[in-house]
């Protein structure tokens, strides 16, 4: 995977055995390198608070289908104080230096950087996804991100307008003060630091609610982190989105909202937001094509390998990703081999213990996400797709003989079958062909969505045409699934509002204060 | 007997009527996109608005309360319009707001083609056109 530069950093006296597979122990197990409390409560004004109504949730990994730890149940009222928490930080928050900002966020990454190894480990069992994903990828990315917004920060400059030689507009950005962000189960240390960086940089204090299958690894990140943010600067209240969720996304009191997550909730969010007239980011998911151009089969080369990889990254994070290459489009003319080859890739991904290095596809994050996909497997067949790989619950024996984990799948169909058309969340190929550069455009915009893309050619100009004439907010060209922090984010059409990464996104957490001056010595002279 | 677009399974018929006895009259609207997405969202009538971008798919009856009306965006039914949908139980919390996560329990949509008979008797009309697109090979 090449979603980031720099390697992990290996912990030499760590090593397990030096033959086979490096498998890291389970979190609190003997010898792993990192355990997870038994409880969680909600952190409000700097501490840890139990909720109002004393209740908790179980919190279970994928990876065994068992509990781990368990969560503090918020409900309104543990969100208004933490919103009050907030308010009560902010005028000190909002007051402090840019460089003052950038340090917090550059010491929140070095101190992650430091723990790496331990953070992945705690993300992979709570999220199912593999650890190589989160050592290569997934916390990488993370400290990556809190540096990119200190300094984009740091660079961040208002501006001056001389409207005539007496006048003046100065504009500067100023924070928004408490702002909302509700944040999803599939990446979940790295998507809350997509809304965390951007939001803590312009200087509001936040009231975040993590997913209510994820919630544990942001308190472990916080365990570690807690030391450098002021009180009610962050504040974080757990539970389920009918009692702590709505209770934030519609508080009278929250100057923005952002979240992601799916269509419905989006318009329930947009709806708390009208009444409220505060602004939303919204990042609602797709069906993203992934189009091979007949040159890409040309010759079979270092390129064509590439391009199979392409094919195969649907599996990418048990397919659990919004930018999911869901859709794949090939060329009339090299589909029997290029997608045969891509067939016989796909049956060589490893799956099998998410803490096994060499683990390439690990478990859906929940139950009722492994039955999701299942009831796919099922309209797709019912639906008239052919099943070229996959297609079932794998049972991996053992301890994982109860975890949720699902055969990477590839269906060959046609675009306007339901799976086609809807987002399955897990390891699901909807395969096509198209003929010629035209049907392939067409096909890949005849979508609800439109978040991510995939084209892959030869042809630099190919390309360009491609890209430009997809209607989605992000397309990649001759790869795949790479988060740069310094590229811009987010969908068209029913995929969402607004974008996350890139400094563009410091706007979506500030507003603009113009002042307009005068520096005339007389009247204007109207009365 | 009259043809229907929707049904719900006595798993979640069951789950429905303890949740109406807390949180009065319930609704579904069905949802798109990443996530929970793809999953049927259930809130209290009142709690999410529905407009002319919506369709009424049918009322699922549940003994003893307020039939349960189940909506769908009118772009994403022009895809499902020939899918019979019902309304299944699963364990698992989902992620949106829907009213049933906290009881460690997720809705979920089970489908099936509707038959010849069935689209003839609810009317229902042709897709909108899409291009012909012939399976590949």
């Not at chain 1, 929140?108 to 990828?137: C, F, Q, S, Y």
């Not at chain 2, 609207?29 to 407009?51: A, K, L, W």
């Not at chain 2, 003893?64 to 022009?78: N, T």
Request: aromatic letters at 10%.
């Amino acid at each position: 995977m090449t979603m980031y530069a720099d390697a992990p950093a290996e912990k030499a006296e760590e090593t397990p055995p030096a033959a086979g597979p490096q498998v890291y122990a389970a979190p609190g197990a003997e010898g792993s390198v990192v355990s997870y409390k038994p409880r969680y409560d909600h952190f409000i004004g700097g501490r840890y608070v139990p909720p109002a109504e004393g209740q908790y949730f179980d919190d279970i990994t994928p990876v065994t289908g068992k509990p781990f730890t368990e969560m503090a149940r918020g409900t309104a009222k543990d969100v208004d104080a933490a919103v009050e928490a907030g308010w009560k930080a902010f005028p000190s928050w909002s007051r402090t230096s840019p460089a003052e900002r950038a340090l917090m966020l550059t010491r929140i990454a070095d101190r992650m950087e430091a723990n790496l190894e331990a953070i992945a480990v705690a993300e992979t069992w709570e999220n199912g996804k593999p650890v190589r994903e989160t050592l290569a990828a997934d916390i990488p990315l993370a400290i990556d991100h809190f540096r990119y917004f200190a300094g984009a920060l740091r660079a961040q400059e208002g501006g001056v307008s001389e409207i005539d030689h007496d006048t003046i507009a100065y504009h500067f950005h100023e924070p928004l003060g408490v702002v909302g962000q509700i944040i999803p189960w599939n990446f979940p240390i790295l998507m809350a630091t997509w809304k965390l960086a951007p939001a803590l940089a312009a200087g509001n204090c936040v009231v975040l609610k993590p997913a209510e299958q994820t919630p544990a690894s942001i308190h472990l990140l916080l365990d570690l982190i807690k030391d450098l943010i002021p009180a009610g600067v962050l504040n974080i209240v757990n539970g389920f989105g009918f009692e702590a969720g709505a209770p934030l996304a519609s508080h009278p009191r929250i100057r923005k909202i952002a979240f992601t997550g799916e269509t419905t909730t989006g318009r329930l969010i947009m709806q708390y937001a009208s009444e409220n007239l505060i602004p939303v980011t919204l990042e609602l998911g797709g069906k993203s094509p992934n189009i091979f151009f007949e040159d890409v089969a040309r010759e079979h080369d270092a390129f064509y390998e590439k391009a199979q990889e392409g094919f195969s990254f649907f599996a990418l994070n048990q397919g659990e990703v919004c930018t999911c290459p869901s859709r794949a489009l090939v060329a009339k003319t090299i589909y029997d081999g290029f997608v045969g080859d891509g067939v016989e890739r796909v049956k060589r991904i490893k799956q099998g213990n998410p803490l096994d290095v060499s683990t390439m596809i690990g478990a859906q994050a929940s139950n009722d996400q492994l039955e999701k996909i299942l009831s796919y497997m099922d309209i797709g067949t019912q639906g008239g797709a052919r099943l070229l790989t996959g297609g079932e619950r794998a049972d991996l024996g053992g301890d994982l003989t109860d975890g949720y984990y699902v055969q990477p799948t590839i269906f060959e169909g046609t675009n306007d079958m339901r799976i086609f058309q809807e987002e399955i969340f897990g390891p699901v190929l909807a395969l096509t062909s198209f003929d010629g550069f035209d049907d392939a455009i067409s096909i890949a915009n005849d979508t609800l969505y439109g978040l991510g893309a995939g084209v892959w050619s030869r042809d630099g100009s190919q390309l360009y045409r491609a890209g430009r004439a997809i209607e989605a907010g992000r397309v990649w060209c001759n790869t795949y699934h790479q988060y740069p922090a310094h590229a811009a984010f987010g969908g068209y059409k029913q995929s969402g509002i607004g974008r996350e990464n890139h400094k563009m996104m410091l706007d979506h957490y500030q507003q603009t204060k113009n002042l307009l001056v005068s520096y005339a010595e007389g009247p204007m002279g109207f009365f | 007997m009259t043809a229907s677009k929707i049904d719900v399974t006595p798993a979640a018929a069951d789950l429905l009527r303890t949740l109406a006895g807390k949180h009065g009259p319930l609704m579904f609207h069905q949802s798109g996109g990443c996530c929970d997405g793809s999953s049927p969202m259930c809130y209290p009538v009142g709690m999410f608005r529905t407009g002319a971008s919506d369709v009424h798919l049918g009322d699922l009856a549940v003994d003893g309360f307020d039939p349960v009306p189940v909506y769908m965006s009118a772009s994403q039914y022009e895809l499902w319009k020939f899918t019979h949908i019902t309304i299944d139980l699963v364990d698992g919390r989902g992620s949106g707001f829907s009213v049933e996560a906290p009881e460690g329990k997720r809705f979920l949509i089970r489908s099936r083609m509707l038959t010849d008979e069935e689209v003839a008797e609810l009317g229902i009309t042709p897709r909108f056109p899409l291009r012909a697109q012939p399976l590949p090979r």
